[in-house]
């Protein structure tokens, strides 16, 4: 439901607003808060002529990236001396 964002720009004195949900909250719905507006999806520039669907997985994975790229080990880093890691490939 849109509570948040009728809350704050069709009913700015809150009465309609809390009556509302405590009227939904005793009908047995769960009712939360939110503005279904408040957070911005970010396309690229060259959406044009792709497909709903492919422009939809890409904003999904913009926001699925940051946790599933925590959940990889960190890079391993390169050695501080070069000769001795190089080395170990000579013996191979």
């Known amino acids: ?3 948040k964002l009728w809350r704050e720009k069709i009913d700015p004195s809150k009465g309609l607003t809390d009556e509302i949900l405590s009227t939904m ?3 047995g ?3 939360r808060e939110t503005d279904p507006f408040g957070k911005r999806a970010h396309l ?3 959406t044009h002529g792709l497909s709903p669907y492919v422009q939809r997985i890409w904003l999904m994975w913009q926001e ?3 946790s599933i790229i925590d959940r990889f080990p960190a890079a391993p880093r390169l050695p501080a001396d070069t000769r001795d890691y190089l080395k170990l490939f000579d013996d191979v």
């Open 1 to 3: 439901m849109i509570v």
């Open 25 to 27: 909250r005793a009908a």
């Open 29 to 31: 719905y769960d009712v």
């Open 44 to 46: 690229p520039a060259n």
């Open 64 to 66: 699925m990236r940051a």
